[in-house]
């Protein structure tokens, strides 16, 4: 008798605690379910404008994004941001594209530059607030370090530092042209570097002269006008050499 009742107790225990496990599987599926979302999936027409803009010659858009109004945001609103713009930008790329493939004027190119010009706001921004935390916890601005180097034609130029595999010590193949047997004191260097010298000093000395026959022709033209606004504009040009010049002397006795 015993044995039949503890039996009839096991089976019906082993029945609840099937049904409870099959009722709380049940309520999970349910509530999984209320909760589940499908992911937006949008086709290539996202990297194409809006189909009402398409026969429009002047689409009327704003300014770009001021260096002032990105440093009251959050980092998580210039993230959000930075890929709106990026977004547009490509849109704006294919669209430009088809109107070339297309012979068409492409509405509005300057949209490129002010999507450009914000997105370069955004990232001088981040820059900045970069530099500011890690010179607050390390005393470090946290750029990649810039050296003051010469390079192999013997001009002055600004090198970003790079992790390399290999020490520049150990790299025979950068050691020994570049160290030993110095290309920057060979004589095609030294033949570049007085050829190009003579170069920018033409260079000079023609925008000098050019500046000075303007200024005699201006003398020539208006006796009368303000030489400080004269020797403002042209603050290189000698102007008591431009008056005695026989170039700057009209039709007429001068006054000085």
């Given at each position: 008798?015993?044995?039949?009742?503890?039996?009839?107790?096991?089976?019906?225990?082993?029945?609840?605690?099937t049904h409870l496990k099959n009722n709380t599987a049940s309520l999970g599926v349910i509530f999984n379910s209320k909760i589940h979302t499908t992911g937006v999936r949008n086709d290539l027409m996202e990297f194409f404008d809006i189909k009402k803009n398409w026969n429009e010659t002047d689409i009327k858009v704003g300014r770009a994004?001021?260096?002032?109004?990105?440093?009251?945001?959050?980092?998580?609103?210039?993230?959000?941001?930075?890929?709106?713009?990026?977004?547009?930008?490509?849109?704006?790329?294919?669209?430009?594209?088809?109107?070339?493939?297309n012979v068409r004027l492409f509405p509005n190119p300057e949209r490129i530059d002010k999507v450009q010009e914000s997105m370069n706001n955004i990232e001088t921004v981040v820059r900045e607030r970069n530099v500011a935390y890690y010179q607050l916890e390390t005393g470090?601005?946290?750029?990649?370090?810039?050296?003051?180097?010469?390079?192999?034609f013997g001009l002055p130029e600004k090198y970003h530092r790079k992790e390399y595999h290999l020490p520049s010590f150990m790299n025979t193949r950068w050691v020994r042209p570049y160290l030993e047997h110095g290309y920057i004191n060979s004589v095609s260097v030294k033949k570049f570097l007085r050829l190009y010298k003579e170069k920018l000093y033409n260079t000079k000395r023609k925008a000098k002269n050019r500046d000075f026959n303007h200024v005699q022709q201006l003398l020539k033209r208006f006796p009368n006008m303000d030489m400080d606004a004269l020797k403002a504009a042209y603050p290189d040009v000698d102007l008591e050499k431009a008056k005695q010049s026989k170039k700057s002397r009209g039709h007429y006795v001068p006054k000085y």
């Open positions: 008798m015993s044995f039949s009742l503890l039996r009839i107790i096991g089976r019906s225990t082993v029945t609840a605690c994004w001021k260096l002032d109004e990105l440093r009251i945001k959050s980092n998580a609103d210039l993230h959000m941001l930075w890929y709106v713009l990026l977004k547009e930008r490509n849109m704006l790329y294919t669209m430009e594209h088809e109107c070339n493939v470090e601005t946290g750029e990649q370090p810039v050296d003051d180097v010469i390079n192999m």
